[in-house]
T-cell receptor, first 111, second 113 residues
Framework: AQSVTQPDIHITVSEGASLELRCNYS??????LFWYVQSPGQGLQLLLK??????LVQGIKGFEAEFKRSQSSFNLRKPSVHWSDAAEYFC?????????FGAGTRLTVKP | DGGITQSPKYLFRKEGQNVTLSCEQN?????MYWYRQDPGQGLRLIYY???????QKGDIAEGYSVSREKKESFPLTVTSAQKNPTAFYLC????????????FGEGSWLTVV
């Protein structure tokens, strides 16, 4: 069965600094990979997704992620973090029947 | 506007009572899902349905039940058998049966008092 690991529970970065959130997955075939963002008490919003093709995918709000098959990773990056990026971020892997989410990484942005 | 509507947003339940959370989508999506989210934790799959009149258990189905009588509706009942029902519940849907983007509702907070 597919699974997702987000090793960092909580990350704090300064506004303007770069960001990388880690995601590792386990899946027997080529996975469908997603990053979602959640503000407190709200649903999840899709940031970006990878299905096939170019391994570097661009998303909304200036985010990008790179699929690395050899490392089973799909890390999320942003070159310059804004205070409004503070939220919970979830990596997910989809297969034939359902989708599995990681435990999430909470991002705090310092002024 | 197209989207996924969950109701109620906040719900209080006494111990021993069943409660039903509503989820309606007008996106014409085939698949629908229910997830549970506990504070500081990720999403755990309760049930999912890929077609009308059919659904499958997820990882934590015990104490929950669902129905899928219509394509646009996928209500979740939290029964008295669920030992720790206080949580944030998220409904989601997806076009097709697999491999596409999942879209989420705004969630429902259930508190057992």
């Amino acid at each position: 069965a597919q699974s997702v690991t987000q090793p960092d529970i909580h990350i704090t970065v300064s506004e303007g600094a770069s960001l990388e959130l880690r995601c590792n997955y386990s899946y027997g075939a080529t996975p469908y990979l997603f990053w979602y963002v959640q503000s407190p008490g709200q649903g999840l919003q899709l940031l970006l997704k990878y299905f096939s093709g170019d391994t570097l995918v661009q998303g909304i709000k200036g985010f990008e992620a790179e699929f690395k098959r050899s490392q089973s990773s799909f890390n999320l990056r942003k070159p310059s973090v804004h205070w409004s990026d503070a939220a919970e971020y979830f990596c997910a892997v989809g297969g034939n029947n359902d989708m599995r989410f990681g435990a999430g990484t909470r991002l705090t942005v310092k002024p | 506007d197209g989207g996924i509507t969950q109701s109620p947003k906040y719900l209080f339940r006494k111990e021993g009572q069943n409660v039903t959370l509503s989820c309606e989508q007008n996106l014409n999506h085939d698949a629908m899902y229910w997830y549970r989210q506990d504070p500081g934790q990720g999403l755990r799959l309760i049930y999912y349905s890929q077609i009308v009149n059919d659904f499958q258990k997820g990882d934590i189905a015990e104490g929950y039940s669902v129905s899928r009588e219509k394509k646009e509706s996928f209500p979740l009942t939290v029964t008295s058998a669920q030992k720790n029902p206080t949580a944030f519940y998220l409904c989601a849907s997806m076009v097709g049966k697999s491999g596409n983007t999942i879209y989420f509702g705004e969630g429902s907070w259930l508190t057992v008092v």
